[in-house]
């Protein structure tokens, strides 16, 4: 075993085990909410839930199979083993690109004030979420279809060409370069529209919640150091989400465009391009878990604690929850 190999199996090992405990705890305390706490309940969480469940298929679809061909274990795909498992993985990867900028225009228009062109859609906003989620479901199934058709697992063979290739998965070479630009582009353009959608919104937060923090300034010092400490946590929560996944995907992206590319295949490098890319399922719910007071609650509901569970700031809870 080479160390490379190594230090990927541990890394990947990692990054696994925490993501995918960290977003099945999240979705248990959704799920505990929307049974037993229906009165904290809070529209977007459905938005949170689809995220979470995405995120951690993505995390099981690759990082599950990196690790085990790290630590030495070949040839366990076989060519419908790969494409399944690149089509489930590019789907909910695609998921959770549209799921994050759903999360983010949704609170934008939440937060809206009055005067905003903006605050006529806060009514009508939930109603779109579960329509999204089809339209998101339909264009993602539909769009990554060459990848069932266009992929082959690894068998001891030399790769030659242009194209997308791992230590297990390789796409086969069509020849129709034209083709293979295009679908990149597509790819490219979908995923830039979402990055520059869910970096709008973000600013648009942003924004709204620091001209909030000054006009409520001079009202009650008390109050005021209670509800900004709450428009600080929404605030940082917001930009370190946008920043996590601008900066994974960027890496994973530049990575990836090299390898597909270059003339000679490096596999670790698109083993490190597969880390970065699930480094924001994996560090997601960390931020949502750090960031949410009702998981603090729900841990101990959970967790069968004995102990009345309490919030040390009831009023910044109070106005996340009408968020």
């Not at 075993?1 to 990692?14: A, E, H, K, Q, T």
């Not at 989620?133 to 082959?152: A, D, H, P």
């Amino acid at each position: 075993m080479r160390s490379n190999d190594l230090v990927f199996g541990i890394f990947f090992l990692y990054q696994t085990a925490f993501g995918f405990l960290g977003n099945s705890a999240m979705l248990m305390v959704y799920i505990n909410i929307l049974i037993t706490q229906p009165q904290q309940k809070k529209t977007v969480d459905l938005i949170f839930a689809h995220l979470t469940m995405a995120n951690t298929v993505t995390l099981l679809s690759r990082g599950v199979i990196e690790m085990m061909v790290a630590f030495g274990m070949r040839d366990i795909l076989n060519d419908a083993g790969c494409q399944s498992l690149m089509y489930i993985n590019r789907v909910s990867r695609g998921l959770s690109i549209c799921m994050t900028c759903l999360l983010s225009v949704f609170q934008a228009i939440t937060i809206s004030p009055r005067t905003s062109c903006w605050a006529r859609l806060k009514s009508r906003a939930p109603n779109y979420i579960l329509p999204s989620f089809l339209l998101f479901w339909i264009f993602n199934m539909l769009i990554y279809i060459r990848v069932i058709t266009s992929i082959q697992s690894i068998r001891n063979v030399t790769i030659l060409g242009h194209g997308y290739v791992s230590k297990y998965c390789f796409t086969i070479p069509n020849g129709n370069f034209i083709h293979s630009v295009t679908f990149l582009c597509a790819m490219t353009v979908r995923d830039l529209l979402f990055v520059f959608l869910m970096s709008w919104a973000s600013g648009y937060m942003v924004i709204v919640l620091y001209r909030h923090s000054k006009q409520v300034q001079h009202i009650h010092t008390h109050s005021r150091s209670q509800k900004s400490s709450a428009e600080t946590r929404a605030t940082h929560t917001i930009l370190l989400l946008a920043s996590c996944f601008v900066c994974f995907y960027c890496t994973s992206s530049c990575i990836t465009l090299y390898v597909s590319y270059a003339d000679q295949k490096d596999p670790d490098l698109e083993s490190a391009a597969t880390f970065f890319s699930a480094c924001y399922p994996a560090l997601c719910p960390l931020v949502l878990i750090s960031s949410d007071p009702r998981v603090t609650k729900n841990h101990c509901i959970l967790g069968k604690n004995s102990h009345p569970s309490f919030s040390m700031n009831p009023a910044a809870d109070q106005v996340i929850a009408k968020n």
